[in-house]
């Protein structure tokens, strides 16, 4: 069977989070998907779109297509903050630049360890919709694919009888 090693779209979409809840802590409230009542400030993160794209019978791109709204206020006092809600947004694209992403390393004697891998924004927009600051926000991560036939192969391979 085979298994892919894979960084997947919650991941992503929690290191977004992680960042943004970092660097603003309780003064902004994210939710992770799109909801009919929010409190502001908020962000809302999701997932626009995954693709995956071979680059070799072993290797992989990922691109994930994010989308953050930024709400600050009912949109009939927004008007006036427009400028206060581009700035935010711009900080928060600042803010989610770099992600960690979860990731595992090995040591010396083989154990896997639990680490962190950086993710760096592939590109960024923002765009001003009805009330909200829209970011738009692309991550490219790369994956190899493992195969167990080949192992199995590769053990086959290695013995020798007597």
Known sequence: MTQIENITANEVISGVCRKI???????????????????????????MQQ??????????TNIFHIIINYFTEDSVKIKN???????NAVKIMEC???????????????????STLPC???SM??????GFMQIAVSYTVRT????????MRQLQLD????
Do not use: C, W
Request: hydrophobic fraction near 25%.
């Open 21 to 47: 809840k970092d660097h603003y802590g309780d003064s902004i409230h994210i939710y992770k998907e799109k909801q009919p009542h929010i409190e502001f400030p908020a962000s809302v993160v999701y997932l």
């Open 144 to 151: 190899k694919k493992y195969n167990d036939m080949d192992k």
């Open 120 to 122: 760096k924004a592939s």
């Open 51 to 60: 693709q995956q794209v071979m680059e070799r019978y072993d290797r992989f």
């Open 81 to 87: 903050k427009r400028t206060d809600m581009f700035s």
């Open 159 to 162: 013995v020798t009888t007597k």
């Open 125 to 130: 927009e923002v765009e001003e919709g009805e």
């Open 96 to 114: 989610i630049r770099y992600i960690d992403l979860p990731s595992y390393s090995k040591d010396a004697s083989g154990q896997l360890i639990p």
